[in-house]
């Protein structure tokens, strides 16, 4: 059985409960995520040398495209960090005119963050940088893991969802 195959069938009795998810794969995928971050940061420094940003900005300015008009304490939320950090992270972006702070209409005692053209660029050009290397990835692997990688989305898309329900139970104060 070749190495896709022998996969493909691990896949596909996992799935109809025929095999028990083997001891140790948390760890496993832990590890595979871990190595896969690391592997992504290092190829998005190579492929763009020129980019400045650490993957903390580059996080809180993706974090404030995703929820634009979002408050500092928001992103903070949103991110797991402490809004001292957020807040440090911020006031360096804005002094490179990355993101802006606006007071917010309802409440002029807080403020609301919004990227500027600048900051949008920076966004598309780090997301465009993290496509090209997992398309030229991608594309470098046997046609068998592709599918899988791609049948795997969904998947891996429900844990994601299922992570981030983890944490918001964790961070609601008890009643």
Same mark, same amino acid.
């Given at each position: 059985m070749t190495d896709v195959t022998q996969l493909e069938h691990q896949v596909s009795t996992r799935q109809t409960g025929t095999d028990p998810v *083997?001891? #140790?794969s948390e760890r496993e995928l832990a590890d595979a995520v871990a190595r896969l971050r690391r592997?992504?940061?290092? *190829?998005?420094?190579s492929a763009d040398p020129d980019n400045a940003l650490s993957v903390a900005q %580059?996080? @809180? %300015?993706? *974090?404030? *495209?995703?929820?634009p008009g979002a408050r500092p304490s928001q992103i903070a939320r949103f991110l797991h960090l402490a809004p001292?950090?957020? $807040? $440090?992270?911020?006031? #360096? %972006?804005?002094? %490179? +005119?990355l993101i802006t702070r606006s007071s917010n209409t309802d409440d002029r005692r807080t403020v609301r963050l919004t990227l500027t053209p600048t900051g949008e660029e920076a966004v598309l050009r780090w997301q465009t940088t993290n496509a090209g290397i @997992?398309? $030229?990835?991608? +594309? +470098?692997? =046997?046609? #068998?893991?592709? =599918?899988l990688i791609t049948a795997a989305l969904p998947a891996v898309r429900e844990l994601i969802g299922t992570i981030d329900q983890l944490v918001d139970q964790e961070s609601k104060p008890d009643k």
């Open positions: *083997a001891p #140790g592997a992504m940061r290092r *190829a998005a420094r %580059l996080e @809180l %300015l993706s *974090a404030v *495209a995703e929820n001292n950090s957020v $807040t $440090t992270l911020v006031n #360096g %972006l804005s002094a %490179l +005119d @997992l398309r $030229t990835a991608y +594309d +470098d692997l =046997h046609p #068998g893991w592709q =599918h």
